[in-house]
């Protein structure tokens, strides 16, 4: 059984990659490909950011280095794999590759820089990686209310909605401020 501090890590962890991706979405919806360097960086920041969290949940297993991995928090693993291919939509080959797509980002140009291989011309989309992770965040939530650990969201969709919202308004004061400055820094 997972400690609830090893809980509350993971409901950390899903809430920093929620975050990121929705934020992501958000400023590449208002402005896709912006011209000043400081709005590049933070998309590609951000997205970096939701990648790595993604691999800290569902990435590398190793039971004493990653205990936020959903293996070494739920119970019933077959119960909880099952659960999330039905959410989700696909079979084990559509996750399995799913899988491969973000560790090979996350280990071939995030963590580690494998010029042979760290080409990017493909990056990760994040709608799985948005979808799996309220999976997890269900499972987790279930487990602290058990414990009677009450402070967090008991719908992670909804609190996405939510910061997306925000971030939108935020957003589009913040690429209006900047557009009639010119790029100086190449």
Known sequence: MASQDQLIEVVNIIGSLVRS??????????DPNPPLNFWRVMHGNLLDIAVLEWCKLFG???????????????ADRDAFRAELLRTLGIDTKAWESYWKEMKAYRDQYL???????????????????????????????AEL????????????????KAFADQAKAIGEKA????????????
């Open 21 to 30: 991706a929705h934020l992501k979405r958000v400023l590449s919806a208002l």
């Open 60 to 74: 590398s297993d190793d039971e004493e280095h990653q205990k936020t991995h959903w293996k070494n928090v739920v």
């Open 111 to 141: 963590v580690h820089r494998d010029f042979s291989k760290s080409d990017v011309t493909k990056f990760p989309r994040l709608d799985l990686a948005l979808e799996s992770s309220c999976v997890y965040y269900g499972y987790v939530i």
């Open 145 to 160: 209310r058990k414990q009677k650990v009450a402070r967090y969201p008991d719908d992670l969709r909804a609190y996405g």
């Open 175 to 186: 690429l209006e401020a900047t557009r009639d400055l010119k790029e100086r820094v190449y």
